[in-house]
């Protein structure tokens, strides 16, 4: 039971950094975009932050269940 456990919260402590990997990506790229088109900046910037604020959880929530993985394993 305690190693199935492990092994879930290994897996999605995986699945939350690739997750932010994405949404930091996201970042860059909404980033650019912002520079590009000037008119839509504000919005595009706005994106951009939400991204990065997504990535920092998604990192966080990695590392929570790292933490768990180490505690059931």
Known sequence: MIARLAVVFRQ????FA???V???QRA????????????RAVVFAQLA???RQRAVV???LSVVFR???VVFA
């Open 12 to 15: 999605r402590a995986a699945v």
């Open 18 to 20: 690739r997750l932010a």
């Open 22 to 24: 994405v949404f930091r």
């Open 28 to 39: 860059v790229v909404f980033a650019r975009l912002a520079v590009v088109f000037r008119q």
């Open 49 to 51: 932050v939400v991204f």
């Open 58 to 60: 998604f990192t966080q």
């Open 67 to 69: 933490k768990r993985v």
